[in-house]
């Protein structure tokens, strides 16, 4: 019987970032490693395994079926990897990574995101806070936070654009037609500061159009069953919008918001893979969303 053979464990995790993140490299950047030691490390893994384990798909990699089997043991290998070094208190230093996202996104994105960090990082606490968007970027700035993401009425300095989304009125037209709001016009909103009310405002305002605040929330839940219940109209992207409600007409035009991502200044690794799944789910989605008929 000849030697085990020993897969080399950078490697192997090398290729499993690669292939989460979409890219080495994405995994030389996270791995802090040139990508000259990528390749080499690539090419050690095919090495060892005697057979080819990636093809050229356009102007990256793709696994070969060899590759795929070995994608599959090569997590397997590295969890229990991570949970050896877990259990001899190896991996008891490792800070827990705290995410901030606005309330929009945690119905949307946020569960789908979660599978896929667990996936790469399965023994990573992870910190959330599902807040106010206008604490976001502070947070980060101030340390609190290591990754958020925030709407911006522009991509401020530092911040990484994720998308450009239209913003709009909404409302539920049917209950809005039984009030009696021809004076003025009915808005709900959450409590300032808030970057949606001050469009709403400043859009009105500029239009010479009377409004007036029918309710103010810091809870999106709690401004949806407001809008629900026709309480008034308000300005949001199209983000996680309950079915009873839709676009508003004949208010005055709105401009686009972005969807930036915010880093600290000292990421760790684990905190930027779950950046750049961040900003991969939130792509995804308005992909989608692009495409499904109107």
């Given at each position: 019987?000849?030697?085990?053979?020993?897969?080399?464990?950078?490697?192997?995790?090398t290729?499993?970032?690669?292939?989460?993140?979409?890219?080495?490299?994405?995994?030389?950047?996270?791995?802090?490693?040139?990508?000259?030691?990528?390749?080499?490390?690539l090419r050690?893994?095919?090495?060892?395994?005697?057979?080819?384990?990636?093809?050229?798909?356009?102007?990256?990699?793709?696994?070969?079926?060899?590759?795929?089997?070995?994608?599959?043991?090569?997590?397997?290998?590295?969890?229990?990897?991570d949970?050896?070094?877990?259990?001899?208190?190896?991996?008891?230093?490792r800070?827990?990574?705290?995410?901030?996202?606005?309330?929009?996104?945690?119905?949307v994105?946020?569960?789908?995101?979660?599978?896929?960090?667990?996936?790469?990082?399965?023994?990573?606490q992870?910190?959330?806070k599902?807040?106010?968007?206008?604490?976001?970027?502070?947070?980060?700035?101030?340390g609190?936070?290591?990754?958020?993401?925030?709407?911006?009425a522009v991509?401020p300095?530092?911040?990484?654009?994720i998308?450009?989304?239209?913003?709009?009125?909404?409302?539920?037209?049917?209950?809005l037609?039984?009030?009696?709001?021809?004076?003025?016009?009915?808005l709900?909103?959450f409590?300032?500061p808030?970057?949606?009310?001050?469009m709403?405002?400043?859009?009105?305002?500029?239009?010479?159009?009377?409004?007036?605040?029918?309710?103010?929330?810091?809870?999106?839940?709690?401004?949806?069953?407001?809008?629900?219940a026709?309480l008034?109209?308000?300005?949001?992207?199209?983000?996680?919008?309950p079915?009873?409600?839709?676009?508003?007409?004949?208010?005055?035009?709105?401009?686009?918001v972005?969807?930036?991502?915010?880093?600290?200044?000292r990421c760790?690794?684990d905190?930027?893979v779950?950046?750049?799944?961040?900003?991969?789910?939130?792509?995804?989605?308005?992909?989608?969303?692009?495409?499904?008929p109107?």
């Amino acid at each position: 019987m000849g030697q085990p053979l020993n897969f080399d464990m950078d490697a192997l995790r090398t290729m499993v970032v690669g292939v989460e993140l979409g890219g080495f490299s994405h995994a030389a950047t996270r791995l802090h490693r040139s990508p000259s030691a990528i390749s080499m490390q690539l090419r050690k893994l095919e090495a060892q395994a005697g057979q080819p384990l990636f093809k050229r798909r356009g102007r990256g990699l793709a696994l070969t079926d060899a590759g795929t089997v070995l994608l599959r043991y090569a997590r397997r290998v590295l969890a229990l990897n991570d949970e050896l070094g877990n259990a001899l208190g190896a991996s008891d230093t490792r800070a827990a990574i705290r995410l901030g996202i606005p309330q929009d996104f945690a119905d949307v994105i946020l569960q789908a995101l979660l599978i896929r960090y667990a996936a790469s990082r399965p023994y990573v606490q992870l910190e959330i806070k599902a807040g106010r968007n206008f604490e976001l970027a502070a947070d980060v700035a101030s340390g609190k936070l290591d990754v958020a993401v925030a709407f911006a009425a522009v991509c401020p300095p530092g911040a990484e654009r994720i998308a450009t989304v239209p913003a709009v009125w909404l409302g539920c037209a049917p209950r809005l037609a039984r009030t009696d709001a021809a004076s003025s016009v009915p808005l709900t909103v959450f409590d300032g500061p808030c970057l949606f009310r001050d469009m709403a405002i400043d859009a009105l305002s500029r239009a010479g159009i009377a409004w007036r605040l029918t309710m103010t929330t810091p809870s999106l839940a709690s401004l949806w069953c407001g809008m629900q219940a026709g309480l008034g109209v308000t300005v949001r992207t199209m983000l996680g919008v309950p079915e009873r409600l839709s676009m508003f007409t004949g208010a005055p035009p709105l401009g686009p918001v972005e969807i930036v991502l915010h880093r600290a200044s000292r990421c760790s690794d684990d905190a930027h893979v779950l950046a750049d799944l961040l900003q991969d789910a939130i792509r995804s989605h308005y992909a989608r969303q692009q495409r499904q008929p109107h």
